[in-house]
């Protein structure tokens, strides 16, 4: 990390963030924190976002989040869903991350991976079982793990899957800044445990999502790839619960639609 638990500058290159939609040190409730953006008046929704940037080697690694739509349904902060307009605007993941990433960024383009730790998405989930089962891949592997490469139908499921969406989102959504990326393969693993000890009986999932150039401009020349209509994909938020302890929440950037 660039910092130790008191703050301090410390020699490493990942910046940990949490980003929080709410006052935590005051008195008043989550639904009583109110203020003022753009001339609207909006309330504390309790969401929160724990990440990690890299500026130096290129990377945005998610650690644990809770979307605003999903944290005011809580007791503790709203107890109700919220209506659209009630929501702020700068709410979804791939907002945070992209507006933490541009910030005081000397080399915005230098965008080379997006990691996910710790997945518990069901959906993502499966497909990672699939493309294991697909491609003979027997379990879980401490780095290098499994990848899969973008031409193939495993890894385009993976980059589809509601954690890969968050990077595809990001990557379709500013490519005036970064020019044109995209996701061009999959690393699968889980922690590098110590000799001796039993492996656990749930191991951790992790994923890599490499970020390159572009060849030949959008899509790349000669290249056959499913693109994703930005026309007709929908958002919208969904809870995770990981065996009832941890609670995660994600956006989610659902396909209409394909285009050759």
């Not at 724990?50 to 690694?61: E, H, P, S």
């Not at 959906?123 to 990672?128: G, R």
């Not at 790349?220 to 929908?234: F, I, L, W, Y």
Request: hydrophobic fraction near 35%; charged fraction near 30%; include cysteine.
């Amino acid at each position: 990390p660039r910092r130790d638990n008191d703050g301090n500058v410390v020699d490493g290159d990942n910046e940990c963030l949490r980003i929080m939609h709410a006052d935590k040190t005051s008195k008043e409730a989550v639904k009583d924190q109110k203020y003022e953006a753009d001339g609207e008046q909006y309330v504390a929704t309790g969401a929160y976002f724990d990440f990690a940037l890299n500026l130096k080697g290129g990377g945005i690694i998610a650690l644990n989040f809770e979307s605003s739509s999903i944290a005011v349904t809580y007791p503790e902060n709203w107890g109700r869903k919220a209506e659209p307009n009630e929501l702020p605007n700068f709410r979804f993941l791939s907002n945070i991350y992209w507006g933490y990433w541009y910030r005081s960024n000397p080399n915005v383009k230098n965008l080379r991976v997006y990691a996910a730790y710790n997945v518990v998405n069901d959906a993502t989930s499966e497909l990672v079982v699939r493309a294991f089962k697909s491609t003979k891949v027997e379990k879980l592997t401490p780095w290098p793990g499994a990848s899969f490469d973008i031409d193939s139908e495993e890894g385009q499921a993976l980059v589809g899957s509601p954690i890969g969406a968050t990077a595809a989102h990001v990557l379709s959504g500013h490519k005036e800044e970064l020019g044109i990326e995209h996701v061009t393969k999959v690393t699968v693993l889980t922690n590098d445990y110590n000799v001796g000890f039993l492996e656990p009986k749930r191991k951790e999932l992790h994923m890599f999502f490499t970020i390159e150039d572009a060849p030949g401009g959008e899509g790349g020349a000669g290249r056959k790839r499913r693109a994703v209509r930005e026309d007709r994909a929908v958002r919208e938020e969904t809870s995770v619960r990981n065996e009832g302890k941890n609670v995660v929440h994600e956006h989610v950037f659902r396909v209409a639609g394909r285009a050759g």
